[in-house]
Every structure is written in structure tokens, then in C-alpha cells.
Nanobody, 124 residues
Framework: VQLQASGGGLVQAGGSLRLSCAAS????????MGWFRQAPGKVREFVVG????????YYADSVKGRFTISRDNAANSVYLQMDGLKPEDTAVYSC??????????????????WGQGTLVTVSS
């Protein structure tokens, strides 16, 4: 499966952005999906993960209550709605996928497929 992330941009603190991750090649209906981010000079950080089995998504504490993941299997896409953005949310955001996993994956090496990333910049 190929993943294409989009929707990043420049936003003021307190604003919102919606990231999209469009998949092609295979249906994501049986893939676990995740979003990660990497700020300059920092390691890649888990943001949120979900699965196709109906388990409630798992969010990093830093984004809980502000970010929401959703998926549209018909559109073969996953979305990340980001509200209440803070300057510390500035990073390159990437989506990731792993086939058939029934539990949520929180580590980068648990995913097999990655999108190219989209830059989110939050100004203070």
C-alpha cells in the first residue's frame, strides 16, 4: 500500500488543521493506521493509532482531547483533525500502516508502510 499525507500548513496557536492520508494499492479496511510526528532535532513521536477491529483509538497524552483520528474506508483514507494547536505541535506529520494488526501499534518499527510527511507549523 502507498500512503500520501497532505493538509499541513501554517496556522496560529489555537487554530485547527485537518490532515489527510490517502492510501492506494490496497484497501486499508484491514490495516492498523497511525500518525507520528517529528519536530526539528527531535526523535519521531507517536501521535495516535487505531485499528480496523473497532478498538478505541489511542492518543498520546500530549494530544489527547485536541486531536481526533478518523478513517473512511470507502475513500481509502485516514484523517487527523487537529484542534487547539500549540507551537509545540510544530512538526512533520506522517501516516503509517500495518496490514492485519488487530491491536494498536505505538512504535514506528511496528508499521510497514509510511507516507512522506506533511509539515505543520504553529505560530505563537
Amino acid at each position: 500500500v502507498q500512503l500520501q499525507a497532505s493538509g499541513g500548513g501554517l496556522v496560529q496557536a489555537g487554530g485547527s488543521l485537518r490532515l489527510s492520508c490517502a492510501a492506494s494499492g490496497r484497501s486499508i479496511s484491514t490495516y492498523a493506521m497511525g500518525w507520528f510526528r517529528q519536530a526539528p532535532g527531535k526523535v519521531r513521536e507517536f501521535v495516535v493509532g487505531d485499528t480496523w477491529t473497532g478498538i478505541r483509538p489511542y492518543y498520546a497524552d500530549s494530544v489527547k482531547g485536541r486531536f481526533t483520528i478518523s478513517r473512511d474506508n470507502a475513500a481509502n483514507s485516514v484523517y487527523l483533525q487537529m484542534d487547539g494547536l500549540k507551537p509545540e505541535d510544530t512538526a512533520v506529520y506522517s501516516c503509517a500502516a500495518v496490514f492485519g494488526r488487530r491491536t494498536i501499534a505505538t512504535m514506528p518499527d511496528e508499521y510497514d508502510y509510511w507516507g512522506q510527511g506533511t509539515l505543520v507549523t504553529v505560530s505563537s
